[in-house]
């Protein structure tokens, strides 16, 4: 037959086994989490309060949903291999070198979204888990879903909010470690800093981007070369003479202490400044002949033209000083937990000779959702904003 190729039905039969067997894989563990949300709210609605008997009527109501659970993976993967199947069929022998190449293409899609998302799905996971049954291996290495769910975890977790010290229930001592373990406070200390440092840095590097981008100075060229090279010297050297001048401040243990080195961005100048170079200086001129300051020129008309790479800057800053670690341990007072910010407050949930590895992850899980709020309502800024800059007209 012309045109038939026994490679290409060896490579379509290849492409439909990995889509059958990941397939399965991807949606059985799906469906078992869905499965495990409802038990969980049905054991809840039937009156189960103790952790223990709520997670076992979870266990047997999972028990229950298995079959369907199983049922439902089957009926999606025959529709799936059904439609290639027919697709297949329908496209000409010509066509079909182009139609494998589709199919790689969206399993190689598909499958590195898997391996990019499984570690957030086996955090969510192991969240559900009862303390101590969290890195039991079942005989499916990609089966991560608990045989009896429960939401303990997510309780002390959020239950672990002591009363600040002075007030009234106030009944143990603020620098022991239990009541330290205040996850509203430092929940509430981690947004109050990532957003305050991510507003600031994006305003003063608008500011520097302008003057480098539309300002006529001496040396300019000079100057910014000049920053740019202080990018190439490593963060590390800096924390020492930082950590001597909050001291000498006065500020050592306090929230200022965290955002106040991290002010200023090279990064974030340059990246405005690249942005600004696309902007046609003779707006700025229009606008300054029609009497506008130059105040008036940055507000009104820069800084809504670049809105894009500034949400992108503030997302990227909001990201560092959420996650920021090292620089918020080394300031924490710890004889003082109220302000002790979320990095540093994961912390101190691993005890001193065992680890709750469930708690810690329920306690991540609601570590992330601002990071993933905000980037849902800020993606198509921050893709036009890495994107720009790029090509100067």
Not at 32 to 56: D, H, I, P, W, Y
Not at 135 to 148: A, G
Request: with cysteine; glycine share 6%; proline share 5%.
């Amino acid at each position: 037959m012309i045109g038939f190729s026994p490679f290409r039905i060896v490579a379509f039969a290849v492409l439909l086994l990995i889509l059958v067997v990941g397939g399965t894989a991807i949606i059985e563990q799906l469906l078992r989490f869905g499965s495990m949300v409802a038990a969980l709210f049905f054991a809840s609605t039937m009156g189960f309060e103790s952790g223990s008997n709520s997670s076992k009527a979870a266990g047997e109501l999972m028990l229950k949903f298995a079959p369907v659970c199983t049922g439902t993976t089957y009926v999606v993967l025959t529709v799936i291999v059904m439609l290639v199947l027919t697709r297949w069929m329908r496209t000409s022998i010509q066509n079909r070198g182009n139609f494998l190449r589709t199919m790689f293409l969206y399993e190689s899609l598909i499958i590195g979204s898997a391996i990019v998302l499984f570690p957030f799905f086996w955090m969510l996971a192991t969240s559900f888990k009862p303390q101590g049954t969290e890195l039991i291996m079942k005989s499916n290495p990609f089966d991560v879903i608990p045989d009896e769910p429960t939401i303990t975890n997510f309780k002390k977790v959020l239950k672990l909010d002591a009363p600040p010290p002075g007030e009234t229930g106030s009944e143990i001592s603020p620098t022991t470690v239990e009541n330290q373990k205040n996850f509203g406070t430092f929940f509430k200390n981690s947004l109050i800093i990532s957003t305050i440092a991510a507003f600031f840095v994006t305003l003063f590097s608008a500011m520097g981007g302008y003057v480098f981008a539309k300002k006529e100075l001496p040396y300019k060229k000079t100057l910014f070369a000049f920053f740019m090279g202080t990018m190439m010297i490593p963060g590390m050297m800096y924390m020492v003479p930082q950590f001597f001048i909050i001291c000498k401040l006065g500020l050592f243990g306090t929230r200022w202490a965290m955002f106040l080195p991290h002010l200023a961005s090279v990064f974030g100048v340059f990246m405005f400044k690249q942005f600004m170079d696309t902007i046609p200086t003779s707006l700025i001129e229009a606008a300054r002949i029609d009497g506008a300051s130059e105040y008036q020129v940055f507000r009104v008309l820069i800084i809504p033209l670049s809105m894009p790479i500034a949400l992108t800057l503030f997302l990227l800053t909001f990201l560092f000083h959420w996650s920021n670690f090292l620089w918020q341990l080394i300031v924490t007072d710890f004889e003082a937990p109220l302000s002790i910010t979320l990095p540093v407050g994961l912390a101190l949930f691993k005890g001193q000779y065992s680890m709750d590895l469930s708690l810690i992850m329920s306690a991540s899980c609601f570590s992330i959702v601002p990071i993933v709020v905000l980037f849902l309502f800020a993606q198509r800024y921050f893709i036009e904003g890495m994107t720009s800059g790029a090509v100067k007209e």
